[in-house]
């Protein structure tokens, strides 16, 4: 037996783009075949609104799944068999698709949906679940109908040349096709948030690029390491990444060496968005992207983060900013980052923490601090000793 098998692949968000819808289905068509490019003999084409991958029955499918599950775009997948469009064939291959059930599921109770995209053809919905249902009852002695709580439901998708048969819809991250919302700068640390953040934008279709910075001999080669391994699993949904790196420590230095304690952080901070918006310029990033969150520490008041933009001209995107810490946390687990990130390395914010940090920081009082730094110089120097890293997908 070598005949092929079947993914639906459903394309939520992307289908109501109106005039758009074809581009980004294009799109979204294109990342599902880079996703899996590693599998031989896979095909991607979408007709009649669905994406159907097509893939030769030696491969996994619960691999071909998760590849296809990674890209976002993807609202649902539903491993299918194919017949003709008449109800003799129709039923034919109900039976095998239950009888292959029962044999690995164990289902015993079942309910047909069944749906008519192709209007001409001559049974109506309803009437096509009764006999289809009645067809398979005959079929695989073991089964009973159950309307109200089935084992399983058995999906019919009548359309013009054929017909999809079905029982699972695997959720999908849904959200936009990558490359389709432009390329944001994500501010990486080895923490839970930053990952996250770059996730979140990255499933609105945005490309991404990395910056992080070390404080290096401060923090180890070590704790690069781990944020290296972190943008890897980033790239895994969102492709290579590149990322500079920079040591952040001539200019933690400077800033301890002229201005008040209290508040080094909120200055390192006005530092970290400077350098960021220079290497976003460079990669052709419009936005900066960093792991924020409304109230989670001193340099994350309303107050701080109103002196931490306002150095800056790109706008900075903070798609954690409301979210609750647990709620970032189930987002990381989701993903796969947790793990990684709660890895204890150090940091280069924990360099230098202040004991008693600012929490409402006043503009003027920042700025006469900055007076007494070169910025323009310390932010050209760290620029120019980015080191650059390419993350591939782990
Ligand atoms: P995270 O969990 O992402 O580290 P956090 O809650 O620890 O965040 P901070 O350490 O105050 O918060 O950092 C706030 C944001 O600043 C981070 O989410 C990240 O975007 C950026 N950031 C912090 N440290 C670094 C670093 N070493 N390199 C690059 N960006 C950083
Ligand atoms: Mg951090």
């Known amino acids: 037996m070598n005949e092929e098998k079947i ?39 979408r007709t009649e609104g669905l994406i159907f991958v097509r893939y030769p029955h030696d491969i996994a499918q619960n691999k071909l799944i ?20 008449n109800m003799e064939s129709i039923a034919a291959e109900a039976i095998k698709f239950m009888d292959e059930n029962i044999a ?27 006999q ?38 695997i959720q999908g991250f849904g959200g936009l096709p990558l490359g389709t919302n432009g390329k944001g700068m994500v501010l990486l640390s080895g923490g839970i948030d930053s990952p996250v953040a770059a996730w979140m934008m990255a499933k609105r279709g945005m490309l991404i690029e990395a910056i992080h910075f070390h404080s290096y001999p401060y923090t180890s080669p070590r704790a690069q390491k781990k944020v290296e391994e972190l943008a890897g699993i980033v790239a895994s949904y969102c492709g290579r990444i590149n990322m500079s790196v920079i040591n952040l420590l001539p200019i933690q230095e400077e800033i301890v060496k002229n201005c008040p304690e209290d508040e080094t952080t909120i200055l390192v901070r006005r530092f970290m968005m ?7 310029e460079k990669a052709g990033a419009m936005m900066l992207i960093t792991g924020e969150n409304l109230g989670q520490v001193a340099s994350q008041t309303a107050e701080a983060l109103v002196v931490t933009d306002s150095c800056v001209k790109m706008p900075v995107m903070r798609p954690l900013i409301a979210m609750d810490k647990v709620d970032i946390m189930d987002k990381a687990k989701e993903i796969g980052t947790y793990e990684k990130s709660i890895e204890p390395y150090e940091d280069c ?11 409402k920081p006043k503009l003027e009082n920042i700025l006469a601090s900055e007076a007494k730094l070169d910025v323009d110089k310390l932010v050209e120097e760290a620029v120019n000793s980015a080191e650059n890293i390419s993350i591939y997908p782990n």
């Open 7 to 45: 993914l639906i692949v459903r394309c939520g968000e992307v289908a109501l783009k109106g005039m758009n819808k074809p581009y980004f289905e294009r799109v979204l068509v294109e990342r599902i075949k880079r996703n899996l490019k590693e599998f031989h003999g896979v095909t991607v084409k």
């Open 66 to 85: 998760h590849q296809v599950g990674k890209v976002f775009g993807v609202s649902s997948i539903s491993p299918a068999v194919e017949s003709e469009s």
């Open 104 to 130: 690995a599921h164990g289902t015993k109770t079942f309910k047909v949906e069944a749906k008519r995209a192709d209007k001409a053809f001559p049974i109506k919905s309803p009437d096509i679940a009764r």
């Open 132 to 169: 289809i249902g009645a067809e398979v009852l005959k079929g695989c002695k073991v089964l009973s109908v159950d309307v109200h709580k089935p084992d399983c439901h058995l999906f019919v998708d009548v359309r013009r040349d054929k017909t999809y048969i079905y029982r699972d819809k």
């Open 274 to 280: 400077r350098i960021g918006e220079r290497m976003a």
């Open 349 to 359: 914010c924990t360099v230098f923490l202040p004991k008693h940090p600012v929490t």
